[in-house]
């Protein structure tokens, strides 16, 4: 008899590991995470299984917004809109990776396209070629190599490190006021560095 009240408790035991397993493994791959927005400071209370993102820079509505956990960065740039007409889409392709999951507290911000390295349209005049040349050889805080920032006077390993893990940044001076590099050492490496 106790043989048996051994072999239903396993089964029992089986089941119920059987069934969790299932219902986590729907949930993995069930029909995506779903994007519920709530615009922040509408009253609403965070729940279980949900995190903050804030949107700012060339996008339709910024702001902070709170989504699943599991949404990505395309999920926060829906939420807020999409890009604007002002947005350097040619950034977003180069250096933002729409599939990347969000975490809470996560900042998404999509710079403008800036003016003076664009290119005229027909009719529109001319770009000086000393604009576009001073930019070329520049060093790209949002998407240089370690090595590359590394090489510019008083960065070395560690802030090269800082700097790469507080991108994106849609202006140059983020960077000190991020407390990523002190002002002084952003004055000597000013004409070296770009976006």
């Not at 709530?38 to 060339?58: C, P, R």
């Not at 949404?71 to 890009?83: P, Q, S, V, Y």
């Not at 250096?95 to 403008?112: C, E, T």
């Not at 070329?136 to 949002?142: F, W």
């Amino acid at each position: 008899m106790n043989w048996r009240l051994g072999v239903w408790v396993i089964l029992a035991v089986a089941g119920v590991v059987m069934i969790s397993a299932g219902a986590w493994w729907w949930q993995m791959t069930g029909s995506g995470v779903s994007v519920e927005v709530i615009k922040a400071g509408s009253g609403e209370v965070k729940g279980e299984g949900t995190i903050w993102v804030d949107v700012g820079g060339a996008v339709v509505n910024p702001g902070v917004y709170q989504l699943a956990v599991g949404a990505r960065i395309k999920d926060a740039l829906t939420a807020a809109g999409g890009l604007s007409a002002e947005a350097d889409r040619a950034w977003v392709e180069r250096s933002l990776n729409l599939a990347q999951n969000l975490i809470d507290g996560y900042k998404v911000f999509i710079p403008k396209v800036n003016p003076s390295l664009a290119l005229p349209l027909a009719g529109e005049g001319t770009v000086s070629k000393g604009s576009l040349e001073s930019r070329s050889g520049c060093v790209s805080v949002n998407t240089g190599s370690k090595g590359e920032l590394d090489g510019l006077a008083g960065i070395g390993e560690v802030r090269a490190e800082a700097i790469i893990a507080g991108r994106p940044y849609g202006r140059i001076e983020e960077l000190v006021e991020r407390k990523i590099v002190p002002k002084g050492v952003l004055e000597k490496v000013k004409q070296e560095i770009c976006l």
